[in-house]
């Protein structure tokens, strides 16, 4: 919990209501923080294991489905409540623009580790593309305490900015850290780019649109499933 004094662990502090009063921050500001800890915080560290299973296929998903059809490399962090890295309703980075249009991860990568340098982050994660609309890519991670929340993102492809994902999972409920947790993953609109199919050519939306569920147009078809893949969180460790 031992923390340099320094502006980006002041502020880190302040956020959480904690005073000092200059000076170096000294085991007596450890205890003051411990004091305030809230209950439902977790404990420790808490290692997980990301599996994405894709079930996109021509039959989940009838209308247009591309011929060439895959998944960006999958790519996340492990972050606190005060960075959010997309969220429907918002409008997207530039790193989440990037990603969504053309799966290049890039510029996402500089916003995750500004985040880090900036104390809103703790990891980056990284995994593998698809090659095809079927398929599994795993990932590990680890969060604590502080950095609590995950954030995955992989493109959909081929597609104007459709992408798949989940943003800032608390992977601690009520102060215990999930066992398990099973999600059925919906496409999302980046907001970025106005074509209505897989292969349209590039249309800038203009301003920008904020983030929404991809619910109309080739995803409200008669499809088998509105989910395109799934995504299963398993607790492999724990250090407390
Ligand atoms: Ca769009």
Request: charged share 20%; hydrophobic share 40%.
């Amino acid at each position: 919990m031992f923390k340099i004094y320094n502006n980006y662990s002041y502020f880190w502090l302040m956020k959480r209501g904690v005073i000092l009063f200059g000076g170096a921050l000294s085991l007596a500001g450890c205890a003051m923080f411990n004091a305030t800890q809230d209950p439902n915080q977790c404990n420790g560290t808490a290692t997980y294991k990301a599996q994405f299973n894709s079930i996109w296929s021509p039959e989940t998903h009838q209308t247009d489905f591309p011929n060439d059809a895959h998944y960006s490399n999958l790519i996340g962090a492990t972050h606190g409540e005060d960075v959010a890295f997309w969220s429907v309703g918002n409008v997207a980075s530039a790193g989440i623009k990037d990603i969504a249009e053309k799966g290049v991860n890039r510029k996402f990568i500089k916003e995750v580790n500004w985040a880090i340098k900036i104390d809103n982050a703790s990891s980056l994660i990284q995994g593998s593309d698809l090659k095809g609309s079927s398929g599994q890519i795993e990932v590990e991670f680890q969060v604590d305490n502080e950095f609590s929340l995950l954030t995955l993102i992989t493109m959909i492809a081929p597609s104007p900015d459709w992408f798949l994902g989940v943003s800032g999972l608390d992977m601690c409920d009520n102060g215990k850290w999930i066992q398990t947790k099973f999600i059925e993953l919906k496409g999302y609109d980046a907001g970025t780019d106005s074509g209505t199919t897989y292969t349209a050519t590039d249309e800038v939306t203009d301003p920008k649109a904020p983030i929404s569920i991809l619910d109309s147009g080739v995803f409200n078809d008669k499809a088998a499933s509105q989910s395109l893949a799934t995504l299963k969180l398993m607790l492999t460790a724990t250090d407390l």
